[in-house]
T-cell receptor, first 111, second 114 residues
Framework: GQQLNQSPQSMFIQEGEDVSMNCTSS?????WLWYKQDPGEGPVLLIA?????ELTSNGRLTAQFGITRKDSFLNISASIPSDVGIYFC???????????FGEGTQLTVNP | ETGVTQSPTHLIKTRGQQVTLRCSSQ?????VSWYQQALGQGPQFIFQ???????GRGNFPPRFSGLQFPNYSSELNVNALELDDSALYLC?????????????FGSGTQLSVL
């Protein structure tokens, strides 16, 4: 089945630093999504990407849909303590009714 | 506008028992999906319901079943619980059965099987 490999598994950074995480797949996806999950909550959508090569920003967050449609990355600039949480990439095929999630990147921001 | 609500928030069951988890979709959303999230893992798709019919199923055994009601709320039923069923069960709703990128997740039900 489809699998998404997300890296790194965890990151420990200082407040103000920039963060980069990525996701790769053996399969092609037509939509890439990035979610953030806080403890005791469900994932919340951060950014959605619909076209290969697309670069999209949401405040301090920037994400790109890889040209091969098999990868995506998420950058967070000037991190703040509330950025702490688990970040998930997810892929969606055109005809699919399901999201395939990566294993997550646990982000810790030290003030 | 109310978001996706799930009940109960926490549940403890023993192996072999049956469990029913409930989900109310966000106002105006007619599609409900269920995901299982084991500790330290990403959510795994269980199935989706659209217009009261199953519209896609993941790699889960038949003892995982579901229902969607006319008001678009949904239930997830798990029979013959196993220890590995311990997980956070997430419900998500979306406004259309055709596109699924705009999923809105509930806070989940944490199921512990002893």
């Amino acid at each position: 089945g489809q699998q998404l490999n997300q890296s790194p598994q965890s990151m420990f950074i200082q407040e103000g630093e920039d963060v980069s995480m990525n996701c790769t797949s053996s399969s092609i996806f037509n939509t890439w999504l990035w979610y953030k999950q806080d403890p005791g909550e469900g994932p919340v959508l951060l950014i959605a990407l619909y076209k290969a090569g697309e670069l999209t920003s949401n405040g301090r967050l920037t994400a790109q849909f890889g040209i091969t449609r098999k990868d995506s990355f998420l950058n967070i600039s000037a991190s703040i303590p509330s950025d702490v949480g688990i970040y998930f990439c997810a892929g969606l095929t055109t005809s699919g009714s399901r999201l395939t999630f990566g294993e997550g990147t646990q982000l810790t921001v030290n003030p | 506008e109310t978001g996706v609500t799930q009940s109960p928030t926490h549940l403890i069951k023993t192996r072999g028992q049956q469990v029913t988890l409930r989900c109310s979709s966000q106002s105006g959303h007619n599609t409900v999906s269920w995901y299982q999230q084991a500790l330290g893992q990403g959510p795994q798709f269980i199935f989706q319901y659209y217009r009261e019919e199953e519209n896609g199923r993941g790699n889960f055994p038949p003892r995982f079943s579901g229902l969607q009601f006319p008001n678009y709320s949904s239930e997830l039923n798990v029979n013959a619980l196993e220890l590995d069923d311990s997980a956070l069960y997430l419900c998500a709703s979306s406004p259309s059965g055709a596109t699924n990128e705009k999923l809105f997740f509930g806070s989940g039900t944490q199921l512990s099987v002893l």
